[in-house]
């Protein structure tokens, strides 16, 4: 039985006394890639975070099936990456990656690292602080994860952010890639990886699935 990673049942959520969106159902599977769109405001950072568990207010149901048949933390098969960088400022590139590794109990390869690294542009900038890095170069270090880490859940917020057309097109390619080998990918964004991802549509206090 093909059991869904992600069951979202008649959410609703409000911010500011304004229905954000409401009504909205949808079950994704592994291997899937879905799109959530809709203008700025319409709530797409805040269903992210919800999906991530960084945001509680809301109503309707969340479950995590695959996760829960195996008895698993589902945080734990989950990472969101913001459309803010999320590194420190004074840590260099390693540094940043070492810290995220170890949040998710895993040690970073300085190898792999590095070669992850200069895949995305920055052959050289390991041991620069990200203080000193321009916000595309930051967001880079960040996307770094995507090759770094294994998660049968990614939650991508805005990954396009501050990329130049190479850089978009590297990131559309390895989103493709990690839902072909099984991942669900969920990413916000104005921009659509390519026609077969799944949307969520949110605007004027409604959510959409096509």
């Not at 170890?102 to 602080?129: F, I, K, M, W």
């Not at 989103?175 to 390519?194: C, F, K």
Request: net charge neutral; hydrophobic share 45%.
């Amino acid at each position: 039985m093909n059991l869904p990673l992600l069951n979202a049942d008649n959410l609703l959520c409000e911010r500011d006394d304004r229905v954000l969106f409401e009504r909205l159902s949808w079950s994704a599977f592994p291997g899937e890639l879905w799109q959530i769109t809709g203008p700025n405001g319409a709530g797409k950072t805040t269903l992210m975070r919800i999906l991530a568990g960084l945001h509680g207010h809301f109503e309707g149901s969340l479950r995590w099936p695959v996760a829960e048949s195996e008895g698993v933390d589902p945080r734990q098969q989950r990472l969101m990456i913001g459309h803010r960088a999320g590194l420190r400022a004074e840590l260099t590139a390693l540094e940043n990656l070492r810290w995220w590794l170890a949040l998710h109990q895993q040690h970073l390869n300085v190898v792999q690292a590095n070669q992850a690294l200069a895949r995305l542009g920055l052959a050289g900038y390991e041991t620069v602080t990200v203080a000193q890095l321009s916000a595309g170069q930051a967001r880079r270090v960040a996307l770094t994860l995507l090759w770094l880490l294994d998660k049968p859940v990614w939650l991508l917020d805005e990954p396009f952010t501050a990329l130049d057309a190479d850089g978009v097109s590297l990131i559309e390619q390895r989103l493709r890639t990690l839902a072909d080998n099984g991942a669900l990918v969920l990413y916000s964004s104005h921009h659509r990886v390519n026609g077969e991802a799944r949307r969520i549509a949110l605007g004027a206090g409604a959510g959409e699935v096509l």
